[in-house]
């Protein structure tokens, strides 16, 4: 090539790919004149550090004014992070509408951490959002879904919120994709197959399916550029099965 080629490194997995990248693909087949630039040591930022005893989180945001940065990093104590937590929730939930007064929702709780994590940051910052009823739905028969205590976990989320809890069985997920084998030996199937990849793309779009459908049933709106709620009490699988 006639004209050099600029290189710019930046963090350290930039660095560890390009150098694969030069190594492997470049220079064994180019006659190249390369001219390497560190992101890192032309522009290291000034670093401020807000600090707390006993961090168990860092925050770090950059500045930066007109090509000159600054890092600005708060290390949070165990009484601040969590506080940290919940004022960005709660910022995001208003400050972009998730949420408004009077809204219907309807949501998938697995009882994995995700979903249990959301309830128990609507739980601690309720008195700061909008009013809202909601139904947690959650399906069973997934053949990792058979474990009493994940169950439980998804149980326990929803009671401090008084959530009405609903379950969609295998049965149920069978009768609507009109299944002629068994939901799980259908998943098992696709997990020892070729297509094991696709494992967690289909059990979403299950979720969303039986969700959707359970929307349908309850007269709440499936979709909607606004999440829409309804609230009851916890009830045992067999007292409030799917719709």
């Known amino acids: 090539m006639r004209n050099p080629v600029v290189e710019l490194d930046g963090d350290e997995m930039t660095r560890i790919i390009w150098s694969y990248i030069r190594e492997q693909l470049i220079l064994p087949y180019l006659e190249v004149d390369l001219r390497h630039y560190d992101l890192g040591t032309t522009r290291d930022p000034v670093r401020k550090t807000y600090g707390a005893p006993d961090p168990v989180y860092v925050k770090s945001i950059l500045f930066d004014r007109d090509g000159e940065l600054e890092v600005r990093a708060e290390q949070l104590d165990a009484e601040g992070f969590p506080r940290y937590v919940e004022e960005t929730f709660v910022q995001s939930v208003v400050g972009r509408e998730l949420l408004v007064d009077g809204d219907v929702v309807l949501i998938g709780l697995s009882g994995g ?3 249990a994590a959301f309830l128990k940051l609507l739980e601690r910052t309720s008195d700061r959002l909008p ?7 959650t399906i069973t028969g997934l ?7 994940t169950y439980r976990a998804a149980v326990a989320a929803c009671e401090p919120l008084g959530i009405d809890h609903l379950v969609v069985t295998a049965a149920d997920i069978e009768e609507v994709f009109q299944l002629s084998t068994p939901f799980v ?3 098992n199937g696709i997990v020892a197959g070729n297509k094991a990849a696709s494992t967690m793309v289909i059990g979403h779009q299950v979720l969303r399916r039986m969700l959707e459908r359970t929307a349908d049933s309850s007269g ?3 979709r909607t550029s606004r999440p829409a709620w309804i609230n009851m009490r916890v009830e045992a699988p067999s007292a409030r099965p799917w719709p």
């Open 113 to 115: 951490r995700d979903s």
């Open 143 to 149: 053949p990792d879904w058979e474990e009493p205590g």
């Open 185 to 187: 030996d259908a998943m």
């Open 131 to 137: 009013s809202f009823d909601m139904t947690a739905v």
């Open 220 to 222: 709440s709106p499936a």
